[in-house]
């Protein structure tokens, strides 16, 4: 084979190449700069191995991927725009803001419809699984609603006690405990607690999960305000349903 045949396969070679190397640095620059992003990176594989161990039906899992990367890609592309942004107006500029604000809202639609995804799943989890046997055998389905809305009436309350308690925040906006944090950890907690599955507990913790980063993510709350609406809610469901 001649010299000139050689270098051309070579440089045929790099050039094939080449868009894999940009992805792979590109997907590594994200990961390395973006914290979001590897919350993301770290739900989605708890998940996804959650799925493969316990074996979950094959439209099951499909779903719940296209979900994780969906999330992710729309990450990608948030900060994507957010750089460009940057670059073009380092100032403030109200249209660099909302270039900003919908990058991030796409985000929040994509964390939406991966909540959907796991609520839908785990739903038909449910449906398999059957009436938990704590409501068969122990009391009714009206007292175990009442007791339910008692306890979200009462994580309620002490939230809004807590963002008065916190001077910082709104009732419905911001504040020392995240309502949403609370109520979704509340509502997890006391799925895992009737039910005792594991894969179904896995599943309300992730979506959970979701709904809570897109607090932090949205600059509504800190890590430390979620931390506490997290634990009240668990504490709460704790003494109502998991206490004999």
Sequence with gaps: MKTKERLSIIINRKKFYRPFYAAYYGIKNVYQNQFHFKVQITFSLLVLSASAYYRLPLTHTLFIVMACFFVLISEMMNTCIEMIVNLVSPEYHPL????????????????????????????????????????SLEETYPHFIARGACGFLLVLFMTIVGKNFGGSGLVTKGGLISGH?????????????????????????????????????????TIIEIFYGGVLGALVSIMLFGLK
């Excluded at 939406?112 to 398999?128: C, E, F, K, N, R």
């Design 96 to 135: 660099a803001k909302i270039s900003k604000d919908i990058g991030a809202g796409a985000v929040l639609l994509s964390a939406v419809l991966s909540v959907v995804i796991g609520v839908a799943v785990l739903l038909d989890i449910m449906y398999t699984v059957g009436v938990p046997d704590v409501l």
């Design 181 to 221: 944090a609370s109520i979704a950890f509340y509502v997890a907690t006391t799925i895992s607690l009737l039910y005792m599955h594991s894969w179904i507990s896995m599943a309300c913790f992730f979506l959970a999960g979701m709904v809570v980063q897109s607090r932090v993510e949205g600059g509504i709350h």
